[in-house]
Structure formats: structure tokens, C-alpha cells
């Protein structure tokens, strides 16, 4: 086992979610579990809890390699497992980049440090309707993203989107080779149907995450923006589609707040005296605030 160990190999027990395992006892990506690895590193770096990502994979029947369901257990496991940045471990043998990686290092490092954080303010996931803004906030001084700065960060899926694409084209071509020389079976036949479906899932990915920009048309825009007008706003996540949609950036400054729509029509700054004089007797009523602020409402 420690020969086996020094040559990276595998050493027996469960084989790792996202894996499969040669006949040289080697690990090799799976094409068809992997994506979801890298998919759920993807979603708690976006800002998605561990129950929000357990809840989605079990929606859409995914399972882990135990069998079952996804669960916050498993989900936390997998996260932390180093081996998914391509690293090998057995006893006291640890080689880096001993295996191939599914999650780039980058990606790896962003979910936990995510995750220590989390540990520390858990009651930060209890305040349903803290941090609408979390992905808004700048200083009005130096301009610095107030949460993380991930504006000008590298795109880290579409590499390896485009390296299991691959990886699965391989595979497809394994098994029709297999398939001429004879080798056809229900195993053969279900390995290749889940190949094809996991390709064409990854193309719709690679398509997705390559989509900065779509170009739409203005009876697109109205009809999207029509749909506002049903909004709930006792749910959560309704509100945060309401903020994510337009509102553009807040910029926050000692003395005022300056925020930043997504919607081209001149500027205006409106302050509170304004908002006094012109709206009814809530605010009147209430005390003089001891500092004025003034609310820069720029309309980009």
C-alpha cells in the first residue's frame, strides 16, 4: 500500500464523488460526476448556502456517490476535500498534484476561506433580509468592493468546463470503439446514453458561463419587466431580484450615500429636506435628525 501510495495510486475503499478509477489503479476524472463537484464549489463561492445547494441537487435527482441524497454532511465533505484540487493523501504520503484536479486552486481556496468565515458568524445566515446589498457596497473614497474583490477576477469554469467536454468526447469515443469490436451490453449501452446526456448538459454550461452580454430585443426587455409587477415582496429572494435587477452600486462616503441604477436618464441629487417638503407627514413627525445626508440618486 505505501509502494501504491508513493505512485499515486489507488489504495481501496470508497472511490472519491467526481472519480473513477483505471485498470493501472490510477484516479482519472469522471465526466459525468465531476461537473457537479465543480458545481457545487461554483455555487457557495457565488454566495449559495450549503442547504440552498443540497436542496437544488436533490431537486434535480442528483446523487452522491453513496447513494441517496445530497445532505449538508456530505455537502460540507466534499468541499473540504482536498483531493478535488488534486491532491493525494495516504497515511503520512502527500504529493500536491498527485491526482488530476477537477476545482482550480484558486476556486478551492475562495470556498474555504468562505467556509472558515461561515463557522465563525453563523448567525449571519439567520438574518433573512441582512446583506440584499452585499454585492452592491463600495467605498466612496478609494472605490473598493466592500465584500470580496471578485470584479476583474480570471474566469476559472469555463477552462475546465471545456477540459470535461473533452474528457467526455473521450469517452463517448471509448465506448463506440468498444461497441465496433463487439463489446454491447446493457452496461455498455446505459454508459453511453449517460456520456451523451452529460455532454450535452456541459454544452449548455459552456454556452451559459460564455454569454456576458445577450443581445434582446425591447418587447423582451418589457415583457421581463412586466413580470415585476407580481413580485412578493415578503420573500426574500424576490426582493434580492428586485435590488440585483436595478440597482447597480452603492457608494458609501462619510457624510452621504451615492447609488447607482441600471437605467440611462440624466442625474439627480435629492436630499432629505427635499424628501420632507414633498412626501407626507411620517418624516415630519419624526425628530430633526442630528446630521443632515444627502442621497445622491446618479441615474446611469
Known amino acids: 500500500m505505501t509502494e501504491n501510495a508513493l505512485k499515486c495510486k489507488f489504495n481501496g475503499g470508497g472511490i472519491p464523488f467526481g472519480y473513477t478509477i483505471d485498470s493501472d489503479k490510477h484516479f482519472q476524472i469522471d465526466p459525468l460526476t465531476s461537473p457537479i463537484v465543480l458545481e457545487a464549489f461554483k455555487l457557495y463561492a457565488d454566495g449559495k448556502t450549503m442547504k440552498q445547494i443540497v436542496d437544488e441537487f436533490n431537486e434535480r435527482g442528483l446523487k452522491p456517490s453513496s447513494g441517496g441524497s445530497f445532505n449538508l454532511n456530505n455537502l460540507n465533505h466534499l468541499l473540504k476535500n482536498r483531493r478535488y484540487r488534486g491532491e493525494y493523501k495516504y497515511r503520512d504520503v502527500v504529493h500536491i498534484k498527485g491526482i488530476p484536479a477537477i476545482v482550480p486552486d484558486e476556486l478551492f481556496d475562495m470556498v474555504q476561506e468562505q467556509l472558515a468565515k461561515n463557522k465563525k458568524a453563523p448567525v449571519r445566515h439567520k438574518a433573512e433580509d441582512d446583506y440584499l446589498l452585499s454585492t452592491k457596497l463600495y467605498c466612496g473614497k478609494c472605490g473598493a468592493y466592500m465584500v470580496l474583490a471578485l470584479q476583474k477576477q480570471e474566469n476559472i469554469t469555463l477552462p475546465m468546463l471545456r477540459k470535461q467536454f473533452a474528457e467526455i468526447e473521450r469517452g463517448i469515443e471509448n465506448m463506440?470503439?468498444?461497441?465496433?469490436?463487439?463489446?454491447?451490453?446493457?452496461?455498455?449501452?446505459?454508459?453511453?446514453?449517460?456520456?451523451?446526456?452529460?455532454?450535452?448538459?456541459?454544452?449548455?454550461?459552456?454556452?451559459?458561463?460564455?454569454?456576458?452580454?445577450?443581445?434582446?430585443?425591447?418587447?423582451?426587455?418589457?415583457?421581463?419587466?412586466?413580470?415585476?409587477?407580481?413580485?412578493?415582496?415578503?420573500?426574500?429572494?424576490?426582493?434580492?431580484?428586485?435590488?440585483?435587477?436595478?440597482?447597480?452600486?452603492?457608494?458609501?462616503?462619510?457624510?452621504?450615500?451615492?447609488?447607482?441604477?441600471?437605467?440611462?436618464?440624466?442625474?439627480?441629487?435629492?436630499?432629505?429636506?427635499?424628501?420632507?417638503?414633498?412626501?407626507?407627514?411620517?418624516?415630519?413627525?419624526?425628530?430633526?435628525?442630528?446630521?443632515?445626508?444627502?442621497?445622491?440618486?446618479?441615474?446611469?
Open 176 to 300: 463506440l470503439n468498444a461497441i465496433q469490436q463487439g463489446i454491447l451490453n446493457e452496461s455498455t449501452k446505459k454508459r453511453l446514453d449517460d456520456l451523451e446526456a452529460a455532454k450535452s448538459e456541459l454544452n449548455v454550461k459552456t454556452l451559459q458561463e460564455e454569454m456576458q452580454k445577450p443581445l434582446l430585443t425591447k418587447e423582451q426587455i418589457m415583457f421581463w419587466l412586466h413580470k415585476f409587477k407580481g413580485i412578493d415582496m415578503t420573500k426574500r429572494e424576490q426582493r434580492q431580484r428586485l435590488i440585483d435587477t436595478f440597482v447597480n452600486a452603492v457608494y458609501i462616503y462619510d457624510d452621504r450615500v451615492v447609488i447607482t441604477f441600471n437605467y440611462k436618464d440624466g442625474s439627480k441629487t435629492v436630499t432629505i429636506t427635499e424628501i420632507e417638503h414633498n412626501f407626507s407627514s411620517d418624516l415630519e413627525a419624526r425628530g430633526a435628525p442630528v446630521r443632515v445626508f444627502l442621497w445622491d440618486l446618479t441615474i446611469l
